[in-house]
């Protein structure tokens, strides 16, 4: 089998769907040597935002103390290799095959999904690569999802917040009881999670696990903080350090409690302050990107992959504060089928904009069309493109050097117009 046989046999998978549960993925594991208990410290994340960017944080700065890190991370946005780096490095292709190769007959008896031989390779890469630490980011939920099969040490939720509602539940309640389903005996838990249906939820079951509990905003704090495209500064307060002027290349103001978030559990995991600060700095190291990047100027172009309401109000949130120094703000924006439309366009009209709505390149797109009704009946200006790339080339057209253009919506979206210009 080779890399093109490998995405041959795993793509289709997607025909499988998602079927939460573990045992498909542990019987998959099996065939490995359950490489799951040998991927050394282990830190599991789950939250409706944040995970990716707390996790390529982490991972950073792990990396940056000398730690062989490995981190699992999803979807991708331009190769499959992405989900799965040790020391910022993609899983070469030949090792794709050869890990297709041995879980090949098993996944097709089991019927498993995607998702699950995903995290079976790469929790095998990892453990025969001898990592020292694991970051590895849930797929959806917690308790059900596949990576729930970790003995993690370090359990972050960064946020709760109403997404995938069909799987995880309709209220913050049930969705936050699903994510911490990840809390296990013997793990330190983190959060940012302030809202107390969501938190409590938390507490409880860390309080039944015996997971002590740390809160960003209660057992740190995070002060002066500064924020511009690429570019965030604050400070940040623990029970043992004062760090000042911490530096992440990271857009948004809201950015600030995952950054609070992972010096907290790098401190705890005793990385010293140097590599703490030096992580933060070169995260882009992880493959973070698409979060609120800047890909072009005049006019400036904001890729981004917030895909609900608290993502996008996130989003719009920083880029308001610098909202005066554009003329006009084109959104491009393209959703997945269980996203509440309505609401992440009421959080963009924040923007004053104009829309160009176009299909994201997965089976689960909503219609441009639909979109188009939606931002219509808001009484906004709204095209309909047939594709991303023909929008972005539209926008290109049609806009002014001090104009803002932001592409939003979707994984799918950017990984699509960052594959066209690689």
């Given at each position: 089998m080779n890399y093109q046989d490998a995405l041959d046999f795993l793509y289709p998978l997607h025909r499988f769907g998602i079927k939460p549960g573990l045992e498909r993925v542990y019987?998959?594991?099996d065939c490995m040597g359950s490489p799951q208990r040998r991927m050394g410290m282990v830190i599991h994340i789950a939250g409706t935002n944040g995970k990716g960017t707390v996790a390529g944080a982490l991972a950073s700065i792990f990396q940056a103390s000398g730690k062989k890190t490995a981190l699992y991370t999803s979807p991708h946005l331009v190769d499959f290799t992405e989900r799965m780096r040790i020391d910022g490095a993609q899983i070469p292709r030949e090792k794709v095959a050869y890990y297709c190769s041995q879980l090949k007959e098993a996944a097709l008896e089991l019927q498993s999904t995607f998702f699950e031989v995903t995290t079976a390779l790469a929790f095998a890469w990892f453990a025969d690569e001898g990592v020292e630490v694991s970051v590895i980011e849930t797929g959806m939920g917690g308790r059900l999802d596949a990576t729930n099969v970790v003995?993690?040490?370090?359990?972050?939720?960064?946020?709760?917040?109403l997404d995938h509602t069909e799987w995880l539940g309709g209220s913050l309640s049930l969705i936050a009881a699903e994510k911490a389903a990840i809390i296990k005996k013997g793990c330190r838990v983190f959060t940012a999670?302030?809202?107390?249906?969501?938190?409590?939820?938390?507490?409880?079951?860390?309080?039944?696990?015996?997971?002590?509990?740390?809160?960003?905003g209660r057992d740190a704090r995070c002060s002066n903080i500064t924020?511009?495209?690429?570019?965030?500064?604050?400070?940040?307060?623990?029970?043992?350090?004062?760090?000042?002027?911490?530096k992440a290349p990271l857009t948004g103001s809201f950015h600030a409690f995952n950054m609070v978030l992972a010096v907290m559990v790098a401190e705890d995991a005793g990385v010293e302050c140097l590599a703490i600060r030096s992580g933060l700095e070169r995260m882009l190291q992880t493959g973070y990107r698409a979060r609120l990047e800047?890909?072009?100027?005049?006019?400036?172009?904001?890729?981004?992959?917030?895909?609900?309401?608290?993502?996008?109000?996130?989003?719009?949130?920083?880029?308001?504060?610098?909202?005066?120094?554009?003329?006009?703000?084109?959104?491009?924006?393209?959703?997945?089928?269980?996203?509440?439309?309505?609401?992440v366009i009421g959080e963009l009209l924040r923007?004053?904009?104009?829309?160009?709505?176009?299909?994201?390149?997965?089976?689960?797109?909503?219609?441009p069309e639909t979109l188009g009704r939606f931002c219509a009946e808001v009484g906004r200006e709204v095209t309909v493109q047939g594709s991303g790339r023909q929008?972005?080339?539209?926008?290109?057209?049609?806009?002014?050097?001090?104009d803002m253009i932001l592409v939003t919506g979707s994984f799918y979206l950017a990984g699509d117009l960052l594959s066209a210009d690689a």
């Amino acid at each position: 089998m080779n890399y093109q046989d490998a995405l041959d046999f795993l793509y289709p998978l997607h025909r499988f769907g998602i079927k939460p549960g573990l045992e498909r993925v542990y019987r998959l594991l099996d065939c490995m040597g359950s490489p799951q208990r040998r991927m050394g410290m282990v830190i599991h994340i789950a939250g409706t935002n944040g995970k990716g960017t707390v996790a390529g944080a982490l991972a950073s700065i792990f990396q940056a103390s000398g730690k062989k890190t490995a981190l699992y991370t999803s979807p991708h946005l331009v190769d499959f290799t992405e989900r799965m780096r040790i020391d910022g490095a993609q899983i070469p292709r030949e090792k794709v095959a050869y890990y297709c190769s041995q879980l090949k007959e098993a996944a097709l008896e089991l019927q498993s999904t995607f998702f699950e031989v995903t995290t079976a390779l790469a929790f095998a890469w990892f453990a025969d690569e001898g990592v020292e630490v694991s970051v590895i980011e849930t797929g959806m939920g917690g308790r059900l999802d596949a990576t729930n099969v970790v003995e993690s040490n370090y359990v972050v939720i960064p946020t709760i917040g109403l997404d995938h509602t069909e799987w995880l539940g309709g209220s913050l309640s049930l969705i936050a009881a699903e994510k911490a389903a990840i809390i296990k005996k013997g793990c330190r838990v983190f959060t940012a999670v302030s809202d107390p249906e969501a938190f409590q939820p938390i507490e409880r079951v860390a309080g039944l696990c015996g997971a002590p509990l740390f809160v960003a905003g209660r057992d740190a704090r995070c002060s002066n903080i500064t924020a511009d495209a690429g570019a965030l500064k604050l400070d940040v307060c623990t029970e043992a350090h004062h760090y000042l002027s911490l530096k992440a290349p990271l857009t948004g103001s809201f950015h600030a409690f995952n950054m609070v978030l992972a010096v907290m559990v790098a401190e705890d995991a005793g990385v010293e302050c140097l590599a703490i600060r030096s992580g933060l700095e070169r995260m882009l190291q992880t493959g973070y990107r698409a979060r609120l990047e800047r890909v072009g100027v005049e006019p400036t172009i904001l890729f981004d992959v917030s895909h609900n309401p608290d993502g996008m109000r996130a989003t719009v949130n920083a880029l308001l504060p610098l909202r005066h120094r554009f003329n006009r703000v084109f959104v491009m924006l393209g959703l997945a089928s269980d996203k509440d439309a309505r609401a992440v366009i009421g959080e963009l009209l924040r923007l004053d904009c104009s829309f160009v709505v176009v299909p994201i390149p997965s089976e689960r797109s909503v219609p441009p069309e639909t979109l188009g009704r939606f931002c219509a009946e808001v009484g906004r200006e709204v095209t309909v493109q047939g594709s991303g790339r023909q929008g972005l080339a539209y926008l290109r057209q049609i806009a002014c050097p001090d104009d803002m253009i932001l592409v939003t919506g979707s994984f799918y979206l950017a990984g699509d117009l960052l594959s066209a210009d690689a």
